[in-house]
């Protein structure tokens, strides 16, 4: 089992910037990939990024691309997701998320992933 913790959400104004972190125990960190999903009010649950632990290869919605990064590092076992030049909209729960799966179809789909942290609010004032 993984036990997944984020941190770093509240308040911001447009145009601001966070830096979320997903702290994990539990398992072999660098084997895991890392997905970051948000819920915002009366919203289902939408892919924002992903890194894959084996090659790094990283993932973008389109609505955050270009304004979201997301990193790790290895050695503290830990996923970012800095989140730049903020929007109103960008308002929502955020969740990290493992997938520990050797392969994986569909980056952007929440069933792929096993493990998931509690959220960290995260909201936008225009």
């Known amino acids: 089992q993984a036990q997944l913790v984020e941190s770093g959400g509240g308040l911001v104004q447009a145009g601001g910037s966070l830096r979320l972190s997903c702290e994990v125990s539990?398992?072999?960190?660098?084997?895991?990939?890392m997905g970051w999903f948000r819920q915002g009010p009366g919203k289902e649950r939408e892919f924002v990024s992903r890194?894959?632990?084996?090659?790094?290869?990283?993932y973008y919605s389109d609505f955050v691309r270009g304004r979201f990064t997301i990193s790790r590092d290895n050695n503290k076992n830990i996923v970012y997701l800095q989140l730049n030049n903020m929007k109103p909209e960008d308002t929502a729960v955020y969740y990290c998320?493992?997938?520990?799966?050797?392969?994986?179809?569909?980056?952007?789909?929440?069933?792929?992933?096993?493990?998931w942290g509690q959220g960290t609010q995260v909201t936008v004032s225009s």
């Open positions: 998320a493992a997938d520990a799966k050797a392969l994986t179809m569909n980056v952007m789909s929440q069933l792929e992933y096993q493990y």
């Open positions: 539990g398992r072999p960190f660098s084997n895991l990939a």
């Open positions: 890194i894959n632990g084996r090659d790094n290869s990283i």
